[in-house]
C-alpha cells in the first residue's frame, strides 16, 4: 500500500521558515517524480514546485520562485520542500504528489500538512 506522509507544518511569523518533509512508502521511489501542492479554504490547488524522479530537474510556480526549494532524497524516499521568506498568503494545506516517470497512471496524493503563515 503507497503512503505519502507530510509533516513539518506549523504556524510561523512573517518572514519565516519552514521545511516540509514527504515520507513515501509502499512504492519504488526512485521511479516517481515528486511535486508539492497547496490549497487555501476557497481556493484551487496549486502547483508550487516539481522535481524528476532523479533530482536532476526542478521547476517552480512564480509565486514561490526564489523562496522556495524542493528536494529529494531516494536513498530516504523522502522529499522536501525548504520554504523562505514565508507570507500569510502562504498560508494553507501542503501536499505532496508522486507520479511514476513513465506509468503516469501510477500517481497519489498525500493527505497534507497545514502550514499557517501570521504573527
Known amino acids: 500500500q503507497v503512503q505519502l506522509v507530510e509533516s513539518g507544518g506549523g504556524l510561523v511569523q512573517p518572514g519565516g521558515s519552514l521545511r516540509l518533509t514527504c515520507a513515501a512508502s509502499?512504492?519504488?521511489?526512485?521511479?516517481?517524480?515528486m511535486s508539492w501542492y497547496r490549497q487555501a479554504p476557497g481556493k484551487e490547488r496549486e502547483f508550487l514546485a516539481g522535481?524528476?524522479?532523479?533530482?536532476?530537474?526542478?521547476n517552480y510556480a512564480d509565486s514561490v520562485k526564489g523562496r522556495f526549494t524542493i528536494s529529494k532524497d531516494n536513498a530516504k524516499n523522502t522529499v522536501f520542500l525548504q520554504m523562505n521568506s514565508l507570507k500569510p498568503e502562504d498560508t494553507a494545506l501542503y501536499s505532496c504528489?508522486?507520479?511514476?516517470?513513465?506509468?503516469?497512471?501510477?500517481?497519489?496524493w498525500g493527505q497534507g500538512t497545514q502550514v499557517t503563515v501570521s504573527s
Open positions: 522535481i524528476t524522479s532523479g533530482g536532476g530537474q526542478t
Open positions: 509502499g512504492l519504488t521511489f526512485s521511479m516517481y517524480a
Open positions: 504528489y508522486a507520479m511514476h516517470q513513465r506509468l503516469t497512471d501510477l500517481k497519489y
